[in-house]
């Protein structure tokens, strides 16, 4: 079973609709990160979080450590917003390496 | 600031060919990370590199060595390259490798070995 387990795996929604994507982990963490990887293929990092809930404009991450489950919502959800999102977790036990989850491909349809 | 580039883009190897990827930040991060990308699977790292001067192994490191050349750079190298060395690499660095900070990825190297 992985460490960090994301769902769903693909999803496709029509444009304007919330969007939720799942990451439950396993290991005792430090911190859990959200990325998207865009069609291109760059990644780049959303959210860092460690407790509570962070919002960057449409994005909205939520962090529960008692259950080990984040989750990452996109509200009135666009085209552009199509890409891979990866969850990612520092396990207490290393400080250097990220146990990755495999991804959640969105497709957001005009 | 041009954050992390990596060179080259694109490569095709034979099987057997060697080939050094290279990675410079001009973040003034300490920490800098090789990861390889296969479809269906997430990010897996190859070597990191906590500080100038120290490397160690990720979680695939067979097949592969780096050196941190400097602070700014962190190269990978193939010394014979094999076909499930087929695979999208991406170099990353951050501040300091623990759990506070992010880290910044590259653009990435498409690499094909035939």
């Known amino acids: 079973k992985n460490e960090v387990e994301q769902s769903p795996q693909n999803l496709t929604a029509q444009e304007g609709e919330f969007i939720t994507i799942n990451c439950s982990y396993s290991?005792?963490?430090?911190?859990l990160h959200w990325l998207q990887q865009h069609p291109g293929g760059g990644i780049v990092s959303l959210f860092m979080l460690s407790s509570g809930k962070k919002k960057h404009g449409r994005l909205i991450a939520t962090i529960n450590i008692q259950e080990k489950h984040s989750s990452l919502h996109i509200t009135a959800s666009h085209p552009r917003d199509s890409a891979v999102y990866i969850c990612a977790v520092r396990s207490v036990d290393s400080n250097y390496q990220l146990i990755w989850g495999a991804g959640t491909k969105l497709i957001i349809k005009p | 600031n041009a954050g992390v580039t990596q060179t080259p883009k694109f490569q095709v190897l034979k099987t057997g060919q060697s080939m050094t990827l290279q990675c410079a930040q001009d973040m003034n991060h300490n920490s800098m990370y090789w990861y390889r990308q296969d479809p269906g699977m997430g990010l897996r790292l190859i070597y990191y590199s906590a500080s100038e001067g120290t490397t160690d192994k990720g979680e695939v490191p067979n097949g592969y060595n780096v050196s941190r050349l400097n602070k700014r750079e962190f190269s990978l190298r193939l010394e014979s390259a094999a076909p499930s060395q087929t695979s999208v690499y991406f170099c990353?660095?951050?501040?300091?490798?623990?759990?506070?900070?992010?880290?910044?990825f590259g653009p990435g190297t498409r690499l094909t070995v035939t």
């Open positions: 290991v005792g963490i430090s911190a």
């Open positions: 990353a660095s951050s501040e300091v490798g623990g759990p506070v900070y992010e880290q910044y």
